[in-house]
T-cell receptor
Framework: QKEVEQDPGPLSVPEGAIVSLNCTYSNSAFQYFMWYRQYSRKGPELLMYTYSSGNKEDGRFTAQVDKSSKYISLFIRDSQPSDSATYLCAMRGGNNDMRFGAGTRLTVKP | GAVVSQHPSWVICKSGTSVKIECRSLDFQATTMFWYRQFPKQSLMLMATSNEGSKATYEQGVEKDKFLINHASLTLSTLTVTSAHPEDSSFYIC?????????FGQGTRLTVV
């Protein structure tokens, strides 16, 4: 079993839809949870960062962490074509080791 | 936000030659930098952890003599792919951590012909 599981998609939605991206994990030592957006042929850029359980909102993006279920989510409201990218979840414990999901490829159609 | 600059963004080299990739943290000091490799449609795979002033720590299965890492200063780490082969063709990305957040370079697409 992989430490971090993420459905690779692809996911295609119409413009304006609410997008839900999810990851599950098995390592209960993970404390820091991140979502990165990666455009084609570019490095990942940090979208959201959450420590421990809870919700965090930033504009159209909401990150949720449920440590009891080992489940994290990223919601994108009013999705735009410019949101089309690959979204990677990432997490780590107190050490330097960061683990990534496989990435979900999202396409938002105009 | 913090910026990590990676250079070059793409490189094509002949089989058997060496290629150096630079990773710089532009507005903060990074005692630790990370090097990842990403094959098409796959996630980032950690290759090594680069520590300023000491030897890099390589992940299992990554040849340290092939992927030379030098972290000579608090703002610069380099990855040298030695005697490159076509199977080394990939997207290489560096990352530097500022406090608890990790920032990535733009990535380097290496093609070995």
């Amino acid at each position: 079993q992989k430490e971090v599981e993420q459905d690779p998609g692809p996911l295609s939605v119409p413009e304006g839809a609410i997008v839900s991206l999810n990851c599950t994990y098995s390592n209960s030592a993970f404390q820091y949870f991140m979502w990165y957006r990666q455009y084609s042929r570019k490095g990942p850029e940090l979208l959201m960062y959450t420590y421990s359980s809870g919700n965090k909102e930033d504009g159209r993006f909401t990150a949720q962490v449920d440590k009891s279920s080992k489940y994290i989510s990223l919601f994108i409201r009013d999705s735009q074509p410019s949101d089309s990218a690959t979204y990677l979840c990432a997490m780590r414990g107190g050490n330097n080791d960061m683990r990534f999901g496989a990435g979900t490829r999202l396409t938002v159609k105009p | 936000g913090a910026v990590v600059s990676q250079h070059p963004s793409w490189v094509i080299c002949k089989s058997g030659t060496s290629v150096k990739i630079e990773c710089r943290s532009l507005d903060f000091q990074a005692t630790t930098m990370f090097w990842y490799r990403q094959f098409p449609k796959q996630s980032l795979m950690l290759m090594a952890t680069s520590n300023e002033g000491s030897k890099a720590t390589y992940e299992q299965g990554v040849e340290k003599d092939k992927f030379l890492i030098n972290h000579a200063s608090l703002t610069l780490s380099t990855l040298t792919v030695t005697s490159a082969h076509p199977e080394d063709s990939s997207f290489y990305i560096c990352s530097a951590r500022r406090e608890t957040e990790a920032f990535f370079g733009q990535g380097t697409r290496l093609t070995v012909v």
